[in-house]
Structures are given as C-alpha cells and as structure tokens.
C-alpha cells in the first residue's frame, strides 16, 4: 500500500501495545511510531500543523477542529475512555460542599475549555446534579488547541502564576476540573466517584470516550484502504490486550486495566470499537459541546468518520 512509512503518534497502553511492538504487522504499510511525552502537545501540533500523518486525539479537540475546517478525519478506534464524577475537586476547608453550589461561583478548568474532560465532567454537573453551567465562569489555565474557537463569555483565562490548586487553596476558584492534587484539602467534589461512574455504567452503558484516531485527509485519498487497515490492526492489538486481560496476564496493571477488567468481568466490552455501537455516547458528547458552546452546530456522527469505516466493528 505505500512504501513510505506512515507517522503515528499513540500513547502506549495496553489496547495498542502488540502494535506499537510490532507483534501485529500491516501488509503493505509500514508505520513510523513517533513517540511525544506528553500526549496533548501532539493534539495541539496535529490540530494546528497536521505535523503527523496519523494521529491519537482527543475527541472533543477533534470536533472543534472539524467544525474549524482541519483537513484530517477520524476512524472509530476509541483508545481511552474514562469516567469523570472523580475529576472535580473542592477544597474541604471551604463552604463549597456539594455540585449545586458551584453556580454562581468560578470554577478552574486544567488547560482549555473544550478540554474532553472538562466537558465529560461539566454534563455531570448538568445531568446528574442541576447545575446551571451559565451561572459558572470557567477559569482556564492554558488555552485552546484549536486556535480560531471563540469561548463563550463565562469562559476567562486564569491569569495567574499560581496552579489551579493553589488558587483552590486560597479560594480564588471555589472548584477545579481535571487536576493532580498534591494537598490533603483538595478531594473530590462527589463522593464514591468510581462507584458512581461504573453505576451510570450499569445503568445506561455510559463509559464516557476521551480518545479516537484521525488520519490526514491528504494521506486518506493518497492512500485507499488505509483507514480500514488502521482500524483493523488497531482491532486487532485490543483483542490481544483483552484476552491477556481475562487471562490476568497483564504484568503491573494500572488503574485503567483495572477499571476495563471490572468491566469484562461484566461480560461487557470496555473498549468498543466502530461507530454503531458508541452512537448513544457520542451523540450524547456532541449535545453536550452544543450545550456548553463548543460546537456552533450539530454534526451527524456518520460525517464524522471515514466513510469505508462508517461499518466495521472491533
């Protein structure tokens, strides 16, 4: 299929791990695995230069983007999925105890507003605990990805050498989204976080995506096929990864194997791949970046992805 290998960029865990090693090989494709130690400088370099022919990205930045017009398209591998009840923090000494009062007060934000995280965890706000989001101001501490997107008016930068925890701290933000806390105060906002995220889980099959695949729109019409032979290697590493992860064979699991091994002792797949069976999650997504004013319009989910991949399953 081409000679030239093809540059990809793809945090190593454990669904990729028997690509990136090379147990799993592509005929006729050859892949140039470019390793970027903090995975969301290369959100931004993909988003803003297309400096990579294949690329892991956020799906909320990817979404952004495409309504922005970068010339790159996504195929339906969902590498990271996370719940986010246990990303927003409060500091215990302040009078902030519970979601509904954060209205009216102004929330940090780690990086940008259209951050996945942050909009997973601001719907918590919206969907399970009534929160207001317009009667928040969002205080970043960074900026977009997407350069051209223009935030709504209760979305300001922090402005401020100190972190989002110190601003907790001294009560600047009565809240914080998405951060490593270090200080004994700062605990999370909602309590039993993981038993609520696996509880939405079991309830409605809601294991929130924060990661897909793009491929370069320019490597797409050079190269027929390859976004199908990308989808099915990525398929395939991920078949190895579960069965190792049935078997318990993984060696030193994180959090992550954990979390997706609860979830396969449910007779469930933790990681779906292809568009049809993550259509509720991803509508769900796009009604929310409407919501919050990441996305101006909505955009049908089929046009999203690459047309030969629109019905492959992995």
Request: aromatic share 6%; charged share 20%; with cysteine.
């Amino acid at each position: 299929m081409n000679s030239q290998p093809l540059s990809i960029v793809t945090r190593t865990q454990g669904n990729n791990a028997a690509l990136k090693n090379g147990t799993i090989k592509l005929p006729d494709l050859a892949l140039d695995f470019i390793e970027i130690p903090v995975l969301v400088d290369a959100f931004r370099r993909m988003v803003r230069r297309l400096e990579f022919d294949i690329c892991e990205m956020a799906l909320t930045t990817y979404l952004c983007a495409r309504e922005h017009g970068v010339e790159f398209t996504a195929i339906p591998i969902f590498l990271k999925r996370a719940f986010h009840h246990g990303a927003i923090f409060h500091n215990t000494d302040n009078p902030i105890k519970e979601p509904k009062q954060l209205e009216g007060c102004r929330i940090g934000v780690n990086r940008g507003y259209t951050v996945t995280a942050g909009v997973w965890a601001r719907s918590i706000l919206q969907e399970e605990y009534d929160v207001d989001l317009d009667k928040i101001t969002w205080v970043l501490s960074g900026d977009e990805h997407v350069a051209e997107y223009n935030p709504p008016t209760n979305v300001v930068p922090s402005n401020s050498p100190q972190t989002l925890e110190e601003l907790l701290i001294t009560g600047d933000i009565s809240a914080a989204i998405n951060i490593q806390p270090t200080d004994p105060r700062v605990q999370s906002l909602i309590p039993d976080a993981l038993e609520r995220g696996l509880a939405a889980f079991s309830d409605r099959g809601h294991y929130p995506i924060n990661h897909l695949i793009v491929i370069r729109n320019s490597v797409l019409k050079k190269h027929p096929g390859v976004a199908t032979a990308i989808f099915n290697a990525f398929s395939e590493a991920k078949k190895l990864y579960l069965d190792k992860l049935s078997k318990k064979q993984i060696f030193c699991p994180s959090s992550t194997d954990n979390l997706n091994a609860q979830i396969l002792e449910l007779h469930q797949d933790p990681l779906p791949y292809g568009v049809t069976l993550n259509n509720s999650i991803l509508e769900n997504l796009i009604q929310h970046a409407k919501t919050q004013k990441i996305l101006r319009h909505h955009v049908d989910i089929n046009s999203l992805f690459v047309s030969e991949t629109i019905d492959l399953t992995g």
